[in-house]
Nanobody, 125 residues
Framework: VQLQASGGGLVQAGGSLRLSCTAS????????MGWFRQAPGKEREIVSA????????LYADSVKGRFTISRDNFKNTVYLQMNNLKPEDTAVYYC???????????????????WGQGTQVTVSS
């Protein structure tokens, strides 16, 4: 599986961005998907996760109420809508896929097997 993330950019605090991650292959609909981020000098952290059907979603406390994860299994794409962005959201954002069942949403990084190349999000104050 190859993952291609896009949609990052420079935005002012309070602004919005939508990240997209498109996967190759025919089995996307069976994977759990997640978004991670890594800021300079910090460890990578999981931001959000979504199960194979899209009905289960999870969020890190730092983004609850501001970020929304969704997926379109017909387009092999997962999205991260980011609203009310803050300077502390600045990071490289990665999408990831987990192939092993159960494919319900999980914030456990060890469940993810495939990683995209990352897209930079910069939020200015």
């Amino acid at each position: 599986v190859q993952l291609q993330a896009s949609g990052g950019g420079l935005v002012q605090a309070g602004g919005s961005l939508r990240l997209s991650c498109t996967a190759s292959g025919r089995t996307f609909s069976t994977y759990l998907m997640g978004w991670f981020r890594q800021a300079p000098g910090k460890e990578r952290e999981i931001v959000s996760a979504i199960g194979w059907s899209g009905t289960t979603t999870l969020y890190a406390d730092s983004v609850k109420g501001r970020f929304t994860i969704s997926r379109d299994n017909f387009k092999n794409t997962v999205y991260l809508q980011m609203n009310n962005l803050k300077p502390e959201d600045t990071a490289v954002y990665y999408c990831a896929a987990g192939r092993s069942p159960p494919s319900i949403a999980t914030m456990n990084p060890a469940r993810y097997d495939y990683w995209g190349q990352g897209t930079q999000v910069t939020v200015s104050s």
